[in-house]
């Protein structure tokens, strides 16, 4: 399965490809995306390139650190069935981040 990508077009014209789970997180870019205006890159022309990138890297490192903390905070269930279910759906949706600490936990019980 591939990652869905978006352009982003800065003040110099130059475009850069983020994901867009990623970018979406950005309330003015998910606005621009719901409003079918991305077609063609979405137009960031108040923001210069080398910024652009920051602010990319910044959204990257901030979704990953809040996938962390989710995926610690799913494992604490401790109800049987519940971390079996868990487990099951992690397997069949090919969530492997999910599923090594489900199956972990579900064995140290």
């Known amino acids: 399965m591939s990652t869905k990508m978006v352009v982003l077009k800065?003040?110099?014209?130059e475009s850069f490809?983020?994901?867009e789970?990623?970018?979406?997180?950005?309330?003015?870019?998910?606005?621009?995306?719901?409003d079918d205006?991305?077609?063609?890159?979405?137009?960031?022309?108040?923001?210069?390139?080398?910024i652009l990138e920051k602010m990319i890297e910044y959204r990257?490192?901030?979704?990953?650190?809040l996938i962390k903390k989710w995926d610690a905070e799913i494992v604490k269930v401790n109800d049987q069935s519940t971390i079996f279910h868990l487990i099951l759906a992690a397997k069949n949706l090919n969530i492997k981040s999910l599923f090594v600490?489900?199956?972990?936990?579900r064995l140290l019980i």
């Open 10 to 13: 800065n003040s110099n014209g």
């Open 17 to 19: 490809e983020a994901e």
């Open 21 to 34: 789970a990623i970018v979406l997180q950005t309330q003015t870019i998910a606005r621009l995306v719901e």
């Open 101 to 105: 600490p489900l199956l972990a936990k």
């Open 60 to 65: 990257e490192k901030e979704f990953q650190d």
């Open 37 to 50: 205006c991305a077609n063609k890159g979405i137009p960031l022309e108040n923001v210069r390139s080398h």
